[in-house]
Every structure is written in C-alpha cells, then in structure tokens.
T-cell receptor, first 113, second 115 residues
Framework: AQSVTQLDSHVSVSEGTPVLLRCNYS??????LFWYVQHPNKGLQLLLK??????LVKGINGFEAEFKKSETSFHLTKPSAHMSDAAEYFC???????????FGGGTRVLVKP | DAGVIQSPRHEVTEMGQEVTLRCKPI?????LFWYRQTMMRGLELLIY????????DSGMPEDRFSAKMPNASFSTLKIQPSEPRDSAVYFC?????????????FGNGTRLTVT
C-alpha cells in the first residue's frame, strides 16, 4: 500500500520570497515520486520526478525537491516565488506495478505582490 | 506534439442524459488513464488502459460509467444515465509505460455539469 500526505492545504507567500511545500509518503516499495502543478482550468503538468538517482531533483521553473528516505519526505522548494507560481501543487507516489499513482490532496499556493 | 487532447472542454447536461467524453492520447504512448477531480475527493483514478486493453477499472464508480479504447489514438468515457453527483472535471492522461517512473501527460480536462 502507498499513501501521500501534503501537510498544508494552502500556502501564502510574498513575491520574491521562498516557497516550501511539504510532502510525506509511505510505500512498501522503493517509490518513484513526482510533483505536478495545476493552473486554473488546466491539466496537471509535471514539475519534476525522483527515480532513485540523485536525491536532490531539479525541475522546471526553478523548483527543486529533495528525497529524504529517513524522513519519508519529498518537499518542494523554490528560492524566490513569482506571481505565475500561483497554482495548485500535487505530490504523487508511484510504487506499484502498472504505474498506479497515488495523489496527495494538493496544496494551493497564493503569491502576494 | 499537440499533447493530450480532450473534448469537449465543457459539457452541461440534464440528469438522465448520456454523456460521452473523448480523449486523444499523445502519439506513441501505450497507456491511457481517466481521472475525475472534485473538491471533495480530489483526483481519483477511474480506469486505465495499456495497449488499448483495460487493466484496472476498480475506480469506476458504478455501472453507469463505461470506458473504451478502440485504438491507440482514441478513448471514450461514457456516463449513462448521468446524475448531478457526476459533476466534476474529468482528465485523460497518457504515458509510455516502461516501469513505475513514467510521468503522465494530462489533457486540459472536461468540466461536466449535470443539472
């Protein structure tokens, strides 16, 4: 069995300040982990993925995430938020055969000018 | 690459009517997924296909829901008869499945409203 918990349903930051979105997972296997972003009225877009290579993963738009096995965490960060980062972000785990993904509940990010 | 294409973008229908949602996956992808997104339940996997064959339909809520993939470039999700509680955004996603690390490519979704 696998599960994903996103610890914050909403995060509010000021433009130019760091963003931290927290994600914890549980899995019976060595997981693959993803972060997706969803802008209003759009589908989900892949930001980055971890697949047991480097533990620090760099994605698009300046985002990165660090896999910490001891903490079962995969937090997403960005050093400086931009207005265009306002969206909903999903942490996702895949560890079962057939690429069955488990989605977290999502974190909605608000960026204040 | 045009991405995953879904149609229609919006559908408004009355309770009891049949609804058909359509999806064209990315060319070359061998797996297709249908998801439903609501505020209450978030993203739910309804069904997925591998090489046009349904592999797991355990997420299909009721017999009113059915999905087909007649060929590698087209899939439909049908609801008959529709009910107000079916109102949601339905997403189609595709990938080239090579293991458990294949990222999904999502379409922009179909927003279904059943009155």
């Amino acid at each position: 069995a696998q599960s994903v918990t996103q610890l914050d349903s909403h995060v509010s930051v000021s433009e130019g300040t760091p963003v931290l979105l927290r994600c914890n997972y549980s899995s019976s296997y060595s997981p693959s982990l993803f972060w997706y972003v969803q802008h209003p009225n759009k589908g989900l877009q892949l930001l980055l993925k971890y697949t047991s290579a480097a533990t620090l993963v760099k994605g698009i738009n300046g985002f990165e995430a660090e896999f910490k096995k001891s903490e079962t965490s995969f937090h997403l960060t960005k050093p400086s938020a931009h207005m265009s980062d306002a969206a909903e972000y999903f942490c996702v785990v895949s560890a079962a055969a057939g690429n069955k993904l488990t989605f977290g509940g999502g974190t909605r990010v608000l960026v204040k000018p | 690459d045009a991405g995953v294409i879904q149609s229609p973008r919006h559908e408004v229908t009355e309770m009891g009517q049949e609804v058909t949602l359509r999806c064209k996956p990315i060319s070359g992808h061998n797996s297709l997924f249908w998801y439903r997104q609501t505020m209450m339940r978030g993203l739910e996997l309804l069904i997925y296909f591998n090489n046009n064959v349904p592999i797991d339909d355990s997420g299909m809520p009721e017999d009113r829901f059915s999905a087909k993939m007649p060929n590698a470039s087209f899939s439909t999700l049908k609801i008959q008869p529709s009910e107000p509680r079916d109102s949601a955004v339905y997403f189609c996603a595709s990938t080239h499945l090579t293991g458990d690390s294949s990222p999904l490519h999502f379409g922009n979704g179909t927003r279904l409203t059943v009155t």
